[in-house]
């Protein structure tokens, strides 16, 4: 499924979907298709922009999905090494034709692979994250995925009425490291955590659960790794809690 993403699955995804109204772009794709998914099963999808398999935010990430207990699915995109949709700015261009009602069939052709990526993110129950910090933010790997599958009428709609409203409630886990440490009030300021939490929480995923692993250029490697080691098990608990107790 997941496969979507890699250009050179485009041909088996393509589905056209139409444009309705909608406010924030006054108007948003309509989606017709909907990807069947086991409900016995917690759906994760895992974003790894970890640089490498022995990174902390790895580490964390790992010891997460060990400790959920619940029958899960894990759709794991590693960032860093998987070809996305290759979103330029003529996919840009032609999105706003098809938003504004004035797309022609090169246009829809070119964005359907976009709107396929971004029916997948309404199949998860989870996302989680894994990511250093680069340059107070997020690396430009996780950001051109979010570019690609954050599509109005798809998986947001910021109209009260919206279809997608039965999508919020669902979790994200954002699993970060960081060389420096961020206080609140210091005038250096993590925009990281609180860019994902904003966006993700657009699609539905209203439940924030951060592991931010800080100062890591001052503090031991084995210090590091315990800490992450106790979040990501005490996160675990928390998330058992509430898939035993909801429908995700
Ligand atoms: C390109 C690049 C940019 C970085 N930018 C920041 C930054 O803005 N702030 C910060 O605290 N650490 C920054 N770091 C440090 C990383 O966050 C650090 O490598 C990370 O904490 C290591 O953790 P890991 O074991 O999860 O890879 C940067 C590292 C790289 C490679």
Same mark, same amino acid.
């Given at each position: 499924?997941?496969?979507?993403?890699?250009?050179?699955?485009?041909?088996?995804?393509?589905?056209?979907?139409?444009?309705? #109204?909608?406010?924030?772009?006054?108007?948003?794709?309509?989606?017709?298709?909907?990807?069947?998914?086991?409900?016995?099963?917690?759906?994760?999808?895992?974003?790894?922009?970890?640089?490498?398999?022995?990174?902390?935010?790895?580490?964390?990430?790992?010891?997460?999905?060990?400790?959920?207990?619940?029958?899960?699915?894990?759709?794991?995109?590693? *960032?860093?090494?998987?070809?996305?949709?290759?979103?330029?700015?003529?996919?840009?261009?032609?999105?706003?034709?098809?938003?504004?009602?004035?797309?022609?069939?090169?246009?829809?052709?070119? @964005?359907?692979?976009?709107?396929?990526?971004?029916?997948?993110?309404?199949?998860?129950?989870?996302?989680?994250?894994?990511?250093?910090?680069?340059?107070?933010?997020?690396?430009?790997?996780?950001?051109?995925?979010?570019?690609?599958?954050?599509?109005?009428?798809?998986? @947001?709609?910021?109209?009260?009425?919206?279809?997608?409203?039965?999508?919020?409630?669902?979790?994200?886990?954002?699993?970060?490291?960081?060389?420096?440490?961020?206080?609140?009030?210091?005038?250096?300021?993590?925009?990281?955590?609180?860019?994902?939490?904003?966006? @993700?929480? *657009?699609?539905?995923?209203?439940?924030?659960?951060?592991? @931010?692993?800080?100062?890591?250029?001052? #503090?031991?490697?084995?210090?590091?790794?315990?800490?992450?080691?106790?979040?990501?098990?005490?996160?675990?608990?928390?998330?058992?809690?509430?898939?035993?107790?909801?429908?995700?």
């Amino acid at each position: 499924m997941i496969k979507c993403l890699v250009q050179s699955r485009f041909t088996r995804c393509l589905s056209w979907t139409g444009v309705r #109204r909608q406010s924030m772009f006054k108007s948003g794709f309509e989606h017709l298709q909907h990807i069947k998914k086991d409900d016995s099963k917690t759906h994760i999808l895992y974003l790894n922009a970890a640089h490498s398999p022995t990174s902390l935010v790895s580490h964390g990430a790992r010891i997460l999905l060990e400790n959920l207990q619940r029958e899960k699915a894990v759709e794991e995109v590693k *960032l860093w090494t998987e070809q996305l949709v290759p979103y330029k700015i003529d996919h840009a261009l032609s999105k706003l034709k098809l938003l504004r009602g004035e797309g022609t069939d090169e246009d829809k052709d070119r @964005f359907a692979p976009v709107l396929t990526a971004a029916e997948i993110i309404n199949s998860m129950d989870v996302v989680v994250v894994a990511t250093p910090m680069w340059n107070y933010t997020i690396p430009y790997v996780l950001k051109q995925y979010i570019d690609i599958v954050v599509q109005p009428g798809i998986n @947001f709609n910021d109209s009260s009425d919206s279809s997608l409203t039965k999508n919020s409630g669902r979790i994200l886990v954002v699993i970060s490291s960081a060389g420096a440490e961020y206080g609140p009030g210091e005038e250096i300021q993590d925009f990281l955590n609180p860019y994902l939490k904003q966006v @993700f929480a *657009l699609m539905g995923f209203t439940r924030f659960f951060p592991i @931010f692993i800080q100062g890591t250029a001052s #503090r031991s490697k084995t210090d590091c790794l315990e800490w992450t080691e106790k979040e990501a098990k005490k996160c675990a608990t928390e998330l058992n809690k509430i898939l035993e107790a909801t429908s995700l």
